[in-house]
């Protein structure tokens, strides 16, 4: 059965979508710890990080880093928190995350957000791609 991220990439289910290429997809989380938390995915359905080969695992830190530094760009913050943590959907996912302190990290601070306010941050972190 497809993951909810997978449904994403095949366009079943919508997204906020900020960039992709042939293997990798980045969008806003709609549950988000921040403003601008942002998944980054291999399109391959790869349960656990450690499991994808070197070469997929290395392009998604490559496309990662890639939209973290647009994601600090656009949105005011302190810096930007990694984490890989793959226990809510059996997908590898990395969360970017925009931080002002380290209760940002916690995944049980989150902030609501507008579709409006989703698809401005979408725009601003798109310009600085």
């Known amino acids: 059965m497809s993951t909810i991220f997978t449904k994403i990439v095949n366009?079943?289910?919508?997204?906020?979508k900020i960039a992709e290429d042939d293997?990798?997809?980045a969008f806003l989380d709609v549950n988000p710890n921040a403003k601008g938390h942002?998944?980054?995915?291999?399109?391959?359905?790869?349960?656990?990080?450690?499991?994808?080969?070197?070469?997929?695992?290395?392009?998604?830190?490559k496309f990662s880093r890639k939209i973290a530094i647009a994601l600090e760009k656009?949105?005011?913050?302190?810096?930007?928190?990694?984490?890989?943590?793959?226990?809510?959907?059996?997908?590898?996912h990395v969360h970017l995350i925009p931080l002002q302190d380290?209760?940002?990290?916690?995944?049980?601070?989150?902030v609501n957000m507008s579709q409006q306010e989703f698809q401005?941050?979408?725009a601003?972190?798109?310009?600085?791609?």
């Not at 366009?11 to 906020?16: K, V």
């Not at 942002?38 to 998604?60: A, R, W």
């Open 11 to 16: 366009g079943e289910i919508p997204c906020y």
């Open 23 to 25: 293997q990798y997809l």
């Open 38 to 61: 942002t998944l980054c995915i291999p399109k391959k359905e790869v349960n656990k990080i450690f499991d994808m080969d070197e070469d997929l695992y290395l392009g998604l830190m």
């Open 74 to 92: 656009a949105i005011d913050c302190k810096r930007i928190g990694v984490a890989v943590v793959g226990l809510e959907v059996p997908h590898t």
């Open 102 to 110: 380290m209760e940002d990290m916690r995944f049980q601070r989150k």
């Open 120 to 122: 401005e941050v979408v």
């Open 124 to 129: 601003a972190i798109q310009k600085n791609l």
